[in-house]
């Protein structure tokens, strides 16, 4: 009888116990014969897939969503998300790079000859290359997991007296996680499919290329012991499922190439296993080859090349065959077929090495780049920073509003070229970029403005640093309790005098007068954001709108207002009307149109029994909290806040309630809104006040 001591570990062992899932792992390790394996196949025909039809259902089968961009459709693929691993490894706007990636997965499981190609993502640092290929290295090790994703090989399975064919071992699994329905003698094939297969199926569905050197020699010493009887030496065969799995290099293979002096290329196609010549008497015998290269393990799913460009060129020759003709040439063998994507990613230097080395030309021609640039819109940017720096990581610690995405603006900003509209300026450019409307700006200019430039987004400040600086401001002794935009502001400055990729002066400079403009436009934030912190009079906002509105519904209808203290009739306040329009810059030539705008708006949303108040207008709403923050500002003292001596008790009750709609509505703690309003009470009492 256990004692006391030991029943909680008992039943501890008894919960871990019950949260497995046994009737997951018996599908997961399921075996069965060559006619089993059939049966599955005619039930199920997409368990034939190739590598590249599985990886590009697999993408698919997350979802995806169409949206409009500036007039273009685009697709968000689910996938790259990550929702599975909580977002860890998800990639923000970069849509349009990922649906030309998806394009030739799309290409090639259809068999349009990208499946003869290598994949190249070609980026600046920090643009997201490697994480795209984890992630579809991570995707597909889940996918072979689920039912819509299984794919199987198979074992030899011998009795004693035949062992000595395998090397003395009873179950010999097949190397390279063949298909088992390449056991079909090749002139048998095309007919087994036309008996297994329903008439259409999705993708065109072949059984392509010879069983690998070491399976080839057990089935060929089988047929001479059995005579040539092709359904005993399928007797030996037992079919199990095949589990993707990077870490046990099934399936998913990884290739890091070294200094030039340590390059192998056995470590891409498997080498002699020396120790077992002596007992098989020959180098070139299949049982004494260890078939554990980065392409052996990988067939059946992908293998990434990380900095594919710094390959050895002899490296390039085992690397042309496996895309063009999905053979590899192991040592001592011949030509043994293979299936899987092949990925790879380099940065710009090393692209334009290819592009001069006259001996990269078959490369280049087998090579499908992809361009993966940096992000050029600050709320996608913002995103990255977002998941690193949140609440939940940063304990202790509370980053003030906007903070996160200032440094995302100017990380942007790096990246992009000056507009050639000289009316334009470039924070305007990334406001439109952004999807911000600018008046006199439409989404066709936005199409023009990205055709025009050259070199756009493949340049610039990449997301690794402003993570860096970041962390720096976290850990800063400035920052006790909160950290604000401009702590992280000076740490980006300050640390350009040591970037390793700034290898200019003048760029040095250029990223200067950027951080310059950076704190002008935070400082035009916080000045708006305090005006609607002290014109966020719920009952003056509605008043003022009621008020408008009556005028403006009067105005279109030609008609009288009630004066609501004389009871007399009199014409529309065409100085009030002026006085809130003015704020976001209607001009008196477009007072027309902008009325009837609202009027039209009120209309719609009548019609479709909505209510329209002062917040269905993003415009107006700015107008109206701009009309009151005018109206209000007299009765605040400015001065009293900006110098911390605010004595009266009448100022600080204002003063804490502008602060606690702060904390309230925009995400401030205590520390933040305090320091928030004295550097925009400092800016209002010099009279330093942008509207708009």
């Known amino acids: ?384 920073y977002t998941k690193d720096f949140n609440p939940d990581r940063i304990k202790g610690k509370h980053i003030a509003p906007h903070t996160l995405r200032m440094a995302a603006t100017w990380a942007v900003l790096t990246r992009l070229e000056d507009p050639k509209k000289h009316s334009l300026s470039l924070i305007q450019k990334l406001k439109l970029y952004d999807g911000k409307q600018i008046p006199g700006f439409t989404a066709d200019n936005v199409k023009e403005l990205r055709k025009e430039t050259n070199r756009e987004a493949m340049e610039g400040i990449s997301p690794r640093y402003i993570q860096d600086k970041v962390s720096n401001a976290l850990v800063s002794d400035a920052s006790e309790s909160c950290v604000n935009p401009f702590m992280v502001l000076n740490e980006l400055e300050s640390g350009l005098r040591h970037h390793s990729l700034i290898n200019s002066e003048d760029q040095r400079v250029h990223f200067r007068e950027l951080l310059a403009m950076v704190k002008q436009e935070y400082e035009d934030v916080v000045k708006n954001e305090v005006q609607r912190a002290i014109s966020a009079d719920e009952t003056g906002l509605k008043n003022l709108f009621d008020n408008y509105l009556e005028n403006v519904r009067a105005y279109i209808l030609k008609e009288k207002v009630k004066d609501p203290y004389t009871g007399e009739d009199r014409e529309p306040n065409e100085r009030l009307m002026r006085s809130i329009e003015e704020k976001i810059e209607v001009t008196e030539a477009l007072k027309d149109d902008f009325r009837r705008e609202v009027m039209n708006y009120i209309a719609a949303a009548s019609m479709d029994r909505q209510s329209f108040d002062y917040q269905s207008n993003d415009r107006l709403r700015r107008a109206l909290e701009l009309k009151l923050f005018e109206d209000q500002k007299d009765s605040i003292k400015f001065s009293s806040f900006a110098s911390a001596r605010v004595t009266d008790r009448e100022e600080q009750a204002k003063f804490d309630v502008i602060k606690n709609r702060l904390i309230r509505s925009h995400g401030y703690c205590e520390v933040c809104a305090a320091d928030v309003l004295d550097f925009v009470s400092s800016i209002f009492a010099r009279g330093d006040v942008k509207e708009g």
């Open 1 to 384: 009888m256990p004692t006391d001591s030991t029943a909680p570990a008992q039943s501890l062992i008894e919960r871990i116990a019950h949260m497995q899932d046994v009737k997951q792992y018996q599908e997961l390790n399921w075996e069965g014969s060559f006619e089993d394996y059939l049966g599955i196949v005619r039930e199920d025909p997409n368990v034939l897939r190739t590598a590249w039809q599985r990886v590009y259902d697999m993408i698919l089968a997350a979802g995806q969503q169409e949206y409009i961009d500036h007039k273009k459709t685009l697709v968000h693929y689910h996938f790259f998300d990550d929702e599975r691993s909580g977002g860890k490894d998800a990639i923000f706007g970069l849509d349009i790079p990922l649906m030309r990636l998806v394009n030739v997965f799309k290409s090639a499981a259809f068999r349009y000859g990208s499946e003869k190609r290598v994949i190249l993502l070609h980026g600046p640092v920090g643009s997201s290359k490697s994480t795209i290929a984890r992630l579809l290295k991570k995707g597909l090790e889940r996918y072979s997991r689920t039912t819509e994703g299984r794919l199987f090989t198979f074992e030899w399975v011998l009795p004693p007296e035949l062992q000595h064919i395998s090397g003395g071992a009873q179950h010999h699994p097949c190397p390279m996680h063949e298909e088992p329905l390449r056991l079909i003698p090749e002139e048998h094939r095309q007919q087994v499919l036309e008996d297994l297969l329903p008439e259409h199926t999705r993708y065109p569905m072949r059984i392509e290329g010879d069983l690998d050197p070491a399976c080839r020699q057990i089935f060929r010493e089988l047929m001479q012991v059995y005579k040539g009887d092709w359904s005993k030496v399928i007797g030996h065969i037992r079919v199990r499922r095949l589990v993707l799995s990077e870490k046990d290099r099934v399936g998913i293979g990884t290739f890091q190439p070294k200094d030039e002096k340590n390059q192998d290329s056995t470590e891409l196609t498997g080498d002699i296993n020396y120790r077992k010549i002596a007992e098989y008497g020959s180098d070139s015998d299949p049982r004494a080859f260890n078939f554990d290269g980065e392409f052996n393990i990988a067939n059946r799913g992908i293998v990434e090349f990380i900095e594919i460009l710094k390959l050895d060129v002899a490296f390039l020759y085992d690397l042309l065959g496996a895309t063009q003709e999905h053979k590899i040439k192991p040592k001592k063998f011949a030509q043994t077929d293979i299936d899987e994507v092949i990925i790879g990613h380099t940065n710009e230097a090393e692209y334009r090495k290819l592009l001069n080395n006259e001996f990269m030309e078959a490369l280049r021609d087998r090579t499908i780049k992809v361009d993966v640039p940096y992000i050029t819109r600050v709320s996608e940017e913002t995103k990255i």
